[in-house]
């Protein structure tokens, strides 16, 4: 049966919790606690993973590596990074995934956290978005105009590092700070100019036809994602070699979800309420092209301009090295954090 994209206004409907993803640098105090989401496997070992709707255990157990854990995996469900790391320095969690941007907002607040894994890749799915009949062309355009973004997350990031390519500052346009999905209404009801952010979001929006890209993030945004563990569980000698095995199968889902995009959409739509042509589109601009990197010198310098950026606009507390909260054991036989992300070919 043919599918039919949903309306935007029923877009609206879409859980946040996957949404959220690992970008958003805030998030309601309600959602600062995970929910417990089952346990995986056998042993003496438990390794506490802290994941978020449609995450790490859906694209594990969609791709056959949660078959012969000789470990215990104990899931606990988060609707974005923050929180997730909220709980890692509370030692409730182990481990868990989460953007580019909440390792420093933690950091910045001097969180127990170690970033200890990276995936890089492509950052099309990070946008600024305009209404399809804008008269916006380029960024330079942003100047005196009204851009929704959510505050502390990638895309802030992102909206800055693309104002200032362009020869503008922050206090150049009317910022506008609101969450996802109240963003998506004031973004289709006409209440701001633009809308910097992520996918799914970005395929949400052009799918349904009702905005079109001004920019993006290739060239201006890193592109990576991060594994962060809790300093206690890297110290424990069960628990990190279940660390080092839990890292190896989420390579291994990375390279099955790139094979396998629309049977890994199908699943990804049923498990977060996704239209399937949104999870498609997302998983062929931006999930299905990372790829595992190294933790390397470049990465830290990335994240540490972040860092920097983050700390003169005065929204971490503090200026700091992030190179302190990494640990590079896990870096083995990975290529450099640089190395360009897959790609589909066009039209596949």
């Not at 919790?17 to 606690?33: H, I, K, T, V």
């Not at 700091?320 to 083995?332: C, P």
Request: with cysteine; proline share 5%; hydrophobic share 40%.
């Amino acid at each position: 049966m043919k599918r039919r994209p949903l309306p935007l206004a029923l877009l609206l409907l879409i859980p946040l919790s996957l949404l959220a993803s690992g970008c958003s640098g805030a998030s309601p105090a309600a959602s600062s606690q995970g929910s417990g989401s089952g346990t995986d496997g056998k042993g003496s070992v438990v390794l506490n993973v802290g994941d978020q709707k449609g995450g790490a255990e859906a694209v594990l157990r969609a791709a056959g590596e949660l078959d012969d854990l000789d470990y215990r995996i104990k899931w606990s469900t988060f609707t974005s990074g923050p929180p997730l790391l909220e709980a890692v320095n509370a030692k409730a969690v182990d481990i868990g995934s989460v953007g580019n941007t909440p390792p420093v907002f933690a950091a910045g607040a001097d969180s127990k956290v170690t970033v200890v894994a990276a995936t890089h890749g492509d950052t099309s799915g990070e946008t600024i978005l305009v209404p399809e009949d804008s008269k916006l062309k380029r960024t330079e355009d942003l100047k005196g105009r009204s851009v929704a973004v959510a505050q502390g997350s990638s895309a802030h990031y992102q909206l800055v590092a693309s104002l200032r390519k362009a020869g503008l500052e922050l206090s150049d346009i009317k910022v506008t700070y609101l969450q996802p999905a109240d963003a998506l209404a004031a973004f289709t009801g006409g209440k701001v100019d633009a809308w910097a952010v992520w996918d799914p979001y970005t395929s949400q929006v052009l799918t349904a036809k009702q905005g079109r890209v001004l920019t993006d993030g290739r060239g201006v945004v890193n592109g990576l994602n991060f594994q962060v563990a809790a300093p206690g569980a890297l110290a424990d000698k069960g628990k990190s070699a279940a660390i080092g095995d839990y890292l190896k199968r989420l390579r291994r889902a990375e390279n099955w979800v790139y094979e396998h995009p629309e049977e890994w959409a199908e699943v990804w739509a049923k498990d977060t309420g996704l239209p399937y042509e949104v999870a498609l589109a997302a998983v062929k601009r931006t999930y299905g092209t990372r790829i595992s990197v190294a933790v390397d010198k470049e990465a830290v310098a990335s994240e540490q301009e972040i860092a920097d950026t983050f700390a003169e606009l005065k929204l971490v507390p503090r200026r700091f090295d992030f190179a302190d909260y990494v640990d590079t054991r896990f870096n083995k036989g990975l290529p450099p954090s640089t190395t360009e992300g897959r790609s589909y070919e066009e039209g596949s």
